[in-house]
Nanobody
Framework: VQLQASGGGLVQAGGSLRLSCAAS????????MGWFRQAPGKDRDFVAAINLRGTATAHSDSVKGRFAISRDNAKNTVNLQMISLKPEDTAVYYC????????????????????WGQGTMVTVSS
């Protein structure tokens, strides 16, 4: 699976952005999709994941209620709608594909995913 993320940019605190990830290659619907982020000088952290059919999601506590992951299997895309952005949301955001869905956000690590996109930068100014 090849993944291409887009939609990042510069936004003021309190603003919104919508990230998209387009997938090509193997059957998109066979993969759990997720978003991770990596701030400068920090580890890559889990943000959100969605199961194969889009009927279940998991979000990290830091973004719960502000971010929402969704997928469109007909279009081979996964999106991350982000509202009420904070400066601490500044990071490179990566979309990823894996095999297992966990309902608990703490179960996700970078090793949970198999394929990774190239990342898109989100900068939130205060």
């Amino acid at each position: 699976v090849q993944l291409q993320a887009s939609g990042g940019g510069l936004v003021q605190a309190g603003g919104s952005l919508r990230l998209s990830c387009a997938a090509s290659g193997r059957a998109f619907g066979d993969y759990v999709m997720g978003w991770f982020r990596q701030a400068p000088g920090k580890d890559r952290d889990f943000v959100a994941a969605i199961n194969l059919r889009g009927t279940a999601t998991a979000h990290s506590d830091s973004v719960k209620g502000r971010f929402a992951i969704s997928r469109d299997n007909a279009k081979n895309t996964v999106n991350l709608q982000m509202i009420s952005l904070k400066p601490e949301d500044t990071a490179v955001y990566y979309c990823a594909a894996g095999r297992l869905f966990y309902s608990g956000s703490s179960d996700y690590t970078s090793n949970s995913m198999i394929y990774w996109g190239q990342g898109t930068m989100v900068t939130v100014s205060s």
